[in-house]
């Protein structure tokens, strides 16, 4: 599996990655925490939760709570339509999703040409951006999705 | 020769486990009646069996400690000391630390830790009342340490069938090596079914175990003397294969000798089931003639019942879909096939829910060496009775009554208890009476903690509950009995000073109370001062299935235990009476609080009531409120889930279900709601 994911020539080490937009910006995650990519599901609402919390969703017979990050960048109002996705992934056990606008491909990234420098970030968004990374000519944010989680 | 000890450990944790109960509650009989003795045999047992199986492990610490205590028990046994209470004392506190470091293998830590000062503690008091057997060895048995002089025996005779005598007919001819093997296993050996495992493990290295006398199942039970025959066919090398044997520790090839099938004899009718058979050393095959497992039980990770139960929830709720399907079209096939579903999936759920219920046992076993060492600090005298132990409570419900019970008990015995002089003075016996009690009654168990002590002191509960403005004066006097000895059940009770001189009945009663209630359970208590007091726990068989209430706000559905719903019911919007901007209403006679659960779920309100509204009175600890809902759709049996660990503690909701749409719908925690 870990085969596929990474592809290790002399000195480049790719990571598999999935790309999807949110607020017209493209951001990454690792495919290797990926489980799955769902169409928009029905999200019950959870009171009391924290606000980026969006609710939760029934994936064959396991709760998953479903992160808005939207609401946790703080980005503009997100309305959900047929290219809203719900990507479900895992991390030390917990499963969990993030809503998106749209996901629009699988591609390697060269670990080399990540750009750690995350000044321009919002203190707030930094702690979850791992990364920048450029590819051609398009700016693609990397997040840590271990941190969404503190 | 490499040997997968792990495959062994967990037999050899429960055994230990076993052995460290058997010895906890021996040695409390012991304490009881020291001029029994006839005790003192199992308890040396006992030990001497950890200290072999320990040795046989490689757990030297273990067996050190169990070899010296074992010393002290056999001056006991042999009469040549008294059973002190001193003596009594140093053993639970070895016991104990068997216990810890058991626990510590277990937890893969293998280091015994310090035991010099409790082996010290043991030596003391075993030299220092005898000195004859100050000269006894002090060697302890290693498992690396090679056996000699293993007795031989005179062999039983093989016994064989047709089909055995075909086989090795045929395995001669292809040229194999037909031996017949004779082993011995020291006679003191602990878990000699480890040696046979580690026989079978050499030979099946190299050939098949044809056959052997006692049976593979007896072998591998360990029910066999010193010496086990083995029909054997390689096609390597013999002495390859003896040598191997030989190197096994506590093991000795007796005797080998080839086996000429054509002069053997059916001694036995072929069996009626052949196995197959095929030729090649060791690999796959072998199974046929490998030891099969010892137990009866299988053990099952809990998370995978935990699935299964989660699997039959959904199973029951789509089942619950179908039926609405069946009724909506009216399809009379469809209709039977589901009353024939409904009949097995509640067979099912039934199935699953019994394979998760243990018994109390579990948690009850570790109360009396508690209740002993706790006595005996605070000096008082207490029989312990334990009746029903062995009641069976779903697992979840089995993990969370541990604490609540503990603090019960300890303090029935630090408060409700009192000292010998006392008691005598009172015109009691002496030693105090302390029971524990669980049973069934119907979906229900009850666990009862009863002592005889001196009962609470309902004056002084009342004088507290004003003291600390819990009550007013004339509130408190007007108060029965009965709800007054509730009160110790109330946060502010949770100090000393209420009930006894000493110290406080009430210590940490809320925390019981509030434990016992998110388990869906209830806690009472019966009290007569100077008489004792009964503390009734009524819990739910499971945690995992319950009754809800099933209501809509707005668009949104929620559920709420119906062990939180004392009723449902419709007002008028006219009834509603409000004080201070809290609406109130009136049901029978009683002035309710009103809440709006709209406003509890941080949803808008509409605004637009209706002329009558649907209210759901529930209780939360003794008070009663009314719940304003939209509608009610009704009751239900839930499966619940949990939301995971990122929505784990969100006030106002326990859970989640999944309904019959297949859409999320939360469980209202009205403890925790508002």
Same mark, same amino acid.
């Given at each position: 599996?870990?085969?596929?994911?990474?592809?290790?020539?002399?000195n480049?080490?790719?990571?598999?990655?999935?790309?999807?937009?949110?607020? !017209?910006?493209?951001?990454?995650?690792?495919?290797?925490?990926?489980?799955e990519?769902?169409?928009?599901?029905?999200?019950?609402?959870?009171?009391?939760?924290?606000?980026?919390?969006?609710?939760?969703?029934?994936?064959?017979?396991?709760?998953?709570? #479903?992160?808005?990050?939207?609401?946790?960048?703080?980005?503009? !109002?997100?309305k959900?339509?047929?290219?809203?996705?719900?990507?479900?992934?895992?991390i030390?056990?917990?499963?969990?999703?993030?809503?998106?606008?749209?996901?629009?491909?699988? #591609?390697?990234?060269?670990?080399?040409?990540?750009?750690?420098?995350?000044?321009?970030?919002?203190p707030?968004?930094?702690?979850?951006?791992?990364?920048?990374?450029?590819?051609?000519?398009?700016?693609?944010?990397?997040?840590?999705?271990?941190?969404?989680?503190? | 020769?490499?040997?997968?000890?792990?495959?062994?450990?967990?037999?050899?944790?429960?055994?230990?486990?076993?052995?460290?109960?058997?010895?906890?509650?021996?040695?409390?009989?012991?304490?009881?009646?020291?001029?029994?003795?006839?005790?003192?045999?199992?308890?040396?047992?006992?030990?001497?069996?950890?200290?072999?199986m320990?040795?046989?492990?490689?757990?030297?610490?273990?067996?050190?400690?169990?070899?010296?205590?074992?010393?002290?028990?056999?001056?006991?046994?042999?009469?040549?000391?008294?059973?002190?209470?001193?003596?009594?004392?140093?053993?639970?506190?070895?016991?104990?630390?068997?216990?810890?470091?058991?626990?510590?293998?277990?937890?893969?830590?293998?280091?015994?830790?310090?035991?010099?000062?409790?082996?010290?503690?043991?030596?003391?008091?075993?030299?220092?009342?005898?000195?004859?057997?100050?000269?006894?060895?002090?060697?302890?048995?290693?498992?690396?340490?090679?056996?000699?002089?293993?007795?031989?025996?005179?062999?039983?005779?093989m016994?064989?069938?047709?089909?055995?005598?075909?086989?090795?007919?045929?395995?001669?001819?292809?040229?194999?090596?037909?031996?017949?093997?004779?082993?011995?296993?020291?006679?003191?050996?602990?878990?000699?079914?480890?040696?046979?495992?580690?026989?079978?493990?050499?030979?099946?290295?190299?050939?098949?175990?044809?056959?052997?006398?006692?049976?593979?199942?007896?072998?591998?039970?360990?029910?066999?003397?010193?010496?086990?025959?083995?029909?054997?066919?390689?096609?390597?090398?013999?002495?390859?294969?003896?040598?191997?044997?030989?190197?096994?520790?506590?093991?000795?090839?007796?005797?080998?000798?080839?086996?000429?099938?054509?002069?053997?004899?059916?001694?036995?009718?072929?069996?009626?089931?052949?196995?197959?058979?095929?030729?090649q050393?060791?690999?796959?095959?072998?199974?046929?003639?490998?030891?099969?497992?010892?137990?009866?039980?299988v053990?099952?990770?809990?998370?995978?019942?935990?699935?299964?139960?989660?699997?039959?929830?959904?199973?029951?709720?789509?089942?619950?879909?179908?039926?609405?399907?069946?009724?909506?079209?009216?399809?009379?096939?469809?209709?039977?096939?589901?009353?024939?579903?409904?009949?097995?999936?509640?067979?099912?759920?039934?199935?699953?829910?019994?394979?998760?219920?243990?018994?109390?046992?579990?948690?009850?076993?570790?109360?009396?060496?508690?209740?002993?060492d706790?006595?005996?600090?605070l000096?008082?005298?207490?029989?312990f009775?334990?009746?029903?132990?062995?009641?069976?409570?779903?697992?979840?419900?089995?993990d969370?009554?541990?604490?609540?019970?503990?603090?019960?008990?300890?303090?029935?015995?630090?408060?409700?208890?009192?000292?010998?002089?006392?008691?005598?003075?009172?015109?009691?016996?002496?030693?105090?009476?302390l029971?524990?009690?669980?049973h069934?009654?119907?979906?229900?168990?009850?666990?009862?903690?009863?002592?005889?002590?001196?009962?609470?002191k309902?004056?002084?509960?009342?004088?507290?509950?004003?003291?600390?403005?819990?009550?007013?004066?004339?509130?408190?006097?007007?108060?029965?009995?009965?709800?007054?000895?509730?009160?110790?059940?109330?946060?502010?009770?949770?100090?000393?000073?209420?009930?006894?001189?000493?110290?406080?009945?009430?210590?940490?009663?809320?925390?019981?109370?509030?434990?016992?209630?998110?388990?869906?359970?209830?806690?009472?208590?019966?009290?007569?001062?100077?008489?004792?007091?009964l503390?009734?726990?009524?819990?739910?068989?499971?945690?995992?299935?319950?009754?809800?209430?099933?209501?809509?706000?707005?668009?949104?559905?929620?559920?709420?235990?119906?062990?939180?719903?004392?009723?449902?019911?419709?007002?008028?919007?006219?009834?509603?009476?409000?004080?201070?901007?809290?609406?109130?209403?009136?049901?029978?006679?009683?002035?309710?609080?009103?809440l709006?659960?709209?406003?509890?779920?941080?949803?808008?309100?509409?605004?637009?009531d209706?002329?009558?509204?649907?209210?759901?009175?529930?209780?939360?600890?003794?008070?009663?409120?009314?719940?304003?809902?939209?509608?009610?759709?009704?009751?239900?049996?839930?499966?619940?889930?949990?939301?995971?660990?990122?929505?784990?503690?969100?006030?106002?909701?326990?859970?989640?279900?999944?309904?019959?749409?297949?859409?999320?719908?939360?469980?209202?925690?009205?403890?925790?709601?508002?």
């Amino acid at each position: 599996m870990n085969l596929s994911n990474t592809n290790e020539t002399e000195n480049q080490k790719m990571i598999q990655v999935v790309v999807f937009h949110l607020a !017209g910006v493209e951001y990454a995650v690792e495919i290797t925490y990926v489980e799955e990519i769902n169409r928009f599901m029905n999200i019950t609402r959870v009171p009391h939760a924290p606000s980026y919390i969006e609710g939760v969703v029934n994936l064959r017979g396991s709760i998953i709570p #479903i992160i808005n990050l939207h609401k946790k960048f703080n980005l503009a !109002g997100q309305k959900f339509d047929n290219y809203t996705r719900i990507i479900v992934f895992k991390i030390n056990d917990i499963l969990a999703a993030i809503i998106v606008d749209k996901v629009s491909e699988v #591609i390697f990234l060269d670990v080399a040409n990540i750009a750690e420098d995350t000044q321009f970030f919002s203190p707030i968004n930094a702690e979850v951006i791992e990364g920048m990374v450029k590819v051609e000519d398009r700016l693609i944010i990397l997040l840590d999705l271990m941190k969404l989680f503190d | 020769m490499e040997l997968d000890m792990t495959q062994y450990l967990d037999v050899f944790l429960e055994e230990s486990r076993e052995h460290i109960r058997n010895l906890n509650s021996r040695l409390l009989e012991l304490e009881k009646n020291p001029g029994e003795t006839s005790g003192l045999n199992e308890i040396f047992r006992s030990a001497h069996t950890l200290k072999g199986m320990s040795s046989t492990m490689g757990f030297v610490g273990l067996a050190d400690l169990t070899h010296h205590m074992e010393n002290l028990l056999s001056e006991l046994k042999e009469g040549r000391m008294q059973v002190t209470s001193r003596a009594v004392d140093i053993l639970f506190a070895c016991i104990d630390r068997l216990q810890i470091i058991i626990d510590n293998i277990d937890g893969g830590n293998k280091l015994s830790g310090d035991n010099s000062e409790l082996i010290k503690a043991l030596e003391t008091i075993r030299t220092g009342q005898t000195e004859t057997a100050a000269a006894e060895t002090m060697r302890i048995e290693r498992a690396s340490e090679p056996s000699e002089n293993i007795p031989v025996k005179s062999p039983r005779g093989m016994i064989y069938n047709d089909y055995d005598i075909t086989i090795l007919k045929e395995a001669l001819s292809r040229g194999f090596n037909v031996q017949y093997l004779k082993i011995g296993v020291a006679p003191n050996s602990m878990m000699k079914a480890v040696r046979v495992f580690m026989v079978f493990k050499a030979l099946e290295e190299a050939g098949e175990v044809i056959k052997s006398d006692p049976s593979a199942q007896e072998l591998d039970e360990g029910k066999f003397d010193d010496q086990f025959d083995l029909v054997y066919i390689c096609q390597g090398d013999l002495n390859l294969v003896i040598e191997r044997i030989n190197q096994i520790s506590e093991v000795k090839l007796l005797q080998n000798q080839n086996l000429d099938p054509t002069v053997l004899t059916v001694t036995e009718p072929t069996p009626q089931v052949v196995p197959k058979l095929t030729y090649q050393p060791a690999g796959d095959q072998a199974d046929q003639n490998k030891i099969h497992h010892m137990k009866q039980t299988v053990r099952v990770d809990i998370e995978r019942l935990d699935k299964l139960m989660n699997l039959v929830g959904e199973l029951v709720m789509h089942k619950g879909r179908l039926e609405q399907i069946g009724s909506a079209y009216k399809l009379e096939e469809l209709n039977n096939t589901i009353e024939h579903m409904d009949r097995i999936t509640s067979d099912l759920q039934a199935v699953v829910m019994k394979v998760r219920m243990v018994p109390v046992e579990q948690v009850f076993n570790r109360f009396p060496r508690m209740v002993r060492d706790l006595a005996k600090e605070l000096n008082k005298e207490v029989d312990f009775y334990i009746e029903g132990k062995e009641t069976e409570l779903d697992r979840t419900v089995i993990d969370e009554i541990g604490d609540p019970l503990l603090h019960l008990l300890r303090n029935a015995l630090d408060h409700g208890l009192e000292s010998p002089q006392q008691r005598l003075l009172l015109g009691k016996p002496g030693q105090g009476r302390l029971y524990l009690r669980a049973h069934h009654e119907g979906n229900n168990v009850f666990i009862e903690v009863e002592d005889d002590g001196a009962g609470i002191k309902t004056g002084k509960v009342r004088a507290r509950a004003v003291e600390n403005g819990l009550l007013g004066k004339l509130e408190a006097e007007q108060l029965s009995d009965e709800a007054a000895n509730m009160l110790i059940f109330e946060s502010g009770f949770s100090t000393a000073d209420i009930v006894t001189d000493i110290s406080g009945r009430g210590v940490g009663m809320d925390v019981v109370k509030s434990k016992i209630e998110a388990m869906n359970g209830e806690i009472i208590v019966n009290s007569r001062s100077g008489s004792g007091s009964l503390f009734r726990i009524k819990l739910p068989l499971t945690l995992a299935i319950i009754q809800a209430m099933m209501v809509t706000v707005q668009n949104e559905i929620y559920a709420i235990p119906l062990t939180s719903v004392d009723e449902t019911t419709m007002i008028s919007i006219k009834d509603i009476k409000n004080v201070q901007g809290q609406e109130f209403i009136t049901l029978r006679g009683s002035i309710l609080p009103l809440l709006r659960l709209a406003r509890l779920v941080d949803l808008p309100e509409d605004g637009c009531d209706s002329e009558e509204i649907y209210v759901v009175v529930v209780r939360k600890g003794s008070k009663q409120f009314g719940l304003v809902v939209d509608t009610l759709i009704g009751q239900q049996e839930i499966v619940i889930k949990s939301l995971g660990k990122i929505l784990d503690d969100i006030p106002g909701i326990a859970g989640a279900i999944i309904s019959g749409d297949g859409n999320v719908c939360l469980i209202l925690d009205i403890t925790t709601l508002f």
